[in-house]
């Protein structure tokens, strides 16, 4: 059964460091990984996408992939408090036609 | 339309009622998703259409779900006789394509099913 796997935290930092959370996947074939991001109450939204391995940046958002490993990371940049959310990493595996999603971590950014 | 449309946003019904969630995908996009969401967990995928049909249905919990796809564009989500377990927010998505090569999945905000 394929699984992606996230702490669910809460992963507490201050406001201008560095916040990173992290994600394993079970299924080596997988080819595709997202990051979402779900505020409270809302429905998940799109930060980043990777597909090959290293390091792909966006602003404040750096995304990590280590296929060897089956890892994908995700780090932001001067964290703000308005960063503070769930983390949702999807996968999409080589034979699958969806997403599959871990359970999230929560981050906190306190000001 | 400009985003993944949801109906109803709330719902609460009876234990043992049958309920009917619809979505209006992002106009264009072929594929359409279904998830469920319960409090403080992840997405369960639940079905997966191209076009009207139905490639993947292997996340539906049991023979009460069915989901159906009209006219390449909405899609229901039809849950017979509810039970209290139903009760998740449920999220459609939709994207241009099979996900990969630059097509990602956009989620609608949901709706809220409570069965009391």
């Known amino acids: 059964q394929k699984e992606v796997e996230q702490n669910s935290g809460p992963l507490s930092v201050p406001e201008g460091a560095i916040a990173s959370l992290n994600c394993t996947y079970s299924d080596r074939g997988s080819q595709s990984f997202f990051w979402y991001r779900q505020y409270s109450g809302k429905s998940p939204e799109l930060i980043m996408f990777?597909?090959?391995?290293g390091d792909k940046e966006d602003g404040r958002f750096t995304a990590q992939l280590n296929k060897a490993s089956q890892y994908v990371s995700l780090l932001i940049r001067d964290s703000q408090p308005s960063d503070s959310a769930t983390y949702l990493c999807?996968?999409?595996?080589?034979?699958?036609?969806?997403?599959?999603f871990g359970k999230g971590t929560t981050l906190s950014v306190s000001s | 339309g400009a985003g993944v449309s949801q109906s109803p946003s709330n719902k609460v019904t009876e234990k043992g009622k049958d309920v009917e969630l619809r979505c209006d995908p992002i106009s264009g996009h072929t594929a359409l998703y279904w998830y469920r969401q319960s409090l403080g967990q992840g997405l369960e995928f639940l079905i997966y259409f191209q076009g009207n049909s139905a490639p993947d249905k292997s996340g539906l919990p049991s023979d009460r779900f069915s989901a159906e796809r009209t006219g390449g564009s909405v899609s229901t989500l039809t849950i017979q006789r509810t039970q209290q377990e139903d009760s998740a927010v449920y999220l459609c998505?939709?994207?241009?394509?099979?996900?990969?090569?630059?097509?990602?999945?956009?989620f609608g905000e949901g709706s809220w099913l409570t069965v009391v």
């Open positions: 999807a996968v999409k595996g080589q034979a699958g036609t969806a997403l599959i």
């Open positions: 990777i597909y090959s391995n």
């Open positions: 998505a939709s994207s241009l394509a099979a996900i990969g090569a630059g097509n990602t999945i956009y």
